[in-house]
């Protein structure tokens, strides 16, 4: 292992655009304040190919650049000499492998979303904007240790067949999952925010989850329907 195999034009230019989203969707994790330090972190395919793209570990925010991110194959094996992965990369790797629909894996400590960890408590669909997001509650997953892949496992057996792209691994923290990095990013952002907004009603009295049948509308809507419609002229 000390060079990239030897790669198309073509992967050489995917790969150096992930390199690129990768890096740049970062900032994003501090700009919405979802890590602290140097915790958190994201990872995407690299299209075409059976490697990732991950945050190298332990290097601060402000010093990440497309070059320092780590390519790794789908076992989070580094495949070229540089900067060590983030030491999720085992989660990640898992989730790749299990579930090639996956794009993007996102982790963050975030508070709000966090905190329901930690009492290992789902977050109910209580909010319209989490029905359209989430499609139900934000499910939590099994407790399990760092290494190895006990995370992985969980973060599958959990989401697996769940509309949610979030996870809130028991007394850990968040992990999203995305068609892209974009989407997972958006995933964990959002997660956090209906954790705090549902945390912020509940110290005044009792959350009720909605109606499944508003919860199952909402989500068709919001997934098939809303936003810009491609293709038509105006
Ligand atoms: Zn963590």
Known sequence: MTALPALSPETAEALQRTRERVCALHAE???????????????????????????????????LTPASM??????????????????DTDAHAYVYREMPEVGAVVHTHSTYATAWAARGEPVPCAITAM??????????GPFALIGGDDIGRGIVATLRGHRSPAVLMDRHGVFTIGKD??????????????????????????????????????????????????????
């Open 29 to 63: 994790l501090t700009r919405w304040n979802l890590v602290t330090w140097t915790s958190g972190n994201i990872s995407e395919r690299v299209p075409g190919t059976e490697l990732i793209v991950i945050k190298p570990s332990g290097v601060t925010y402000e010093d």
């Open 70 to 87: 780590v390519v790794c194959d789908l076992y989070g094996a580094p495949v070229e000499d540089g900067c060590s992965p983030s030491s």
């Open 131 to 140: 029905a359209d997001e989430f499609g139900d509650d934000i499910p939590v």
């Open 181 to 234: 990095a974009k989407s997972a990013v958006k995933a964990a952002v959002m997660c956090e925010d209906v954790a705090r907004t549902v945390h912020l009603a509940r110290q005044h009295g009792p959350v009720e989850r909605l109606p499944q049948e508003h919860i199952d509308a909402l989500y068709d809507r919001y997934q098939n329907v809303y936003g810009q419609r491609k293709g038509t002229a105006s």
